[in-house]
Nanobody, 117 residues
């Protein structure tokens, strides 16, 4: 089992940057594909970014490509989301997800990102 704790969310002005972190417990972090999702008020949770186990491949929501970067440090059991050029529409609760090939998955509790115009 994996426990995930996100951090780094806060209020920021449009055009600003934030780096979210997701720290995972357990000794098998490198066996999980890691992802970031977000949920804005009144909307469904949506995929934002994903990184493969070794970090060799990444995938992004089209609207964040070129602005957000997902990365991971398997030695620190941590995945990051660097968010630049933030827009008010990026405002949401951001969640970290860990998933194995078997389909076993875990979610963090979320961290609030608010971008003011």
């Amino acid at each position: 089992q994996v426990q995930l704790v996100e951090s780094g969310g806060r209020l920021v002005q449009a055009g600003g940057s934030l780096r979210l972190s997701c720290a995972a417990s357990g000794r098998t972090f490198s066996s999980y594909v890691m992802g970031w999702f977000r949920q804005a008020p009144g909307k469904e949770r949506e995929f934002v970014a994903r990184i493969e186990r070794s970090g060799s491949r990444t995938y992004y929501l089209n609207s964040v490509k070129g602005r957000f970067t997902i990365s991971r440090d398997n030695a620190k059991n941590t995945v990051y989301l660097q968010m630049n050029s933030l827009k008010p529409e990026d405002t949401a609760v951001y969640y970290c997800k860990a998933e194995q090939v078997s389909g076993e998955s875990y979610w963090g509790q979320g961290t609030q990102v608010t971008v003011s115009s």
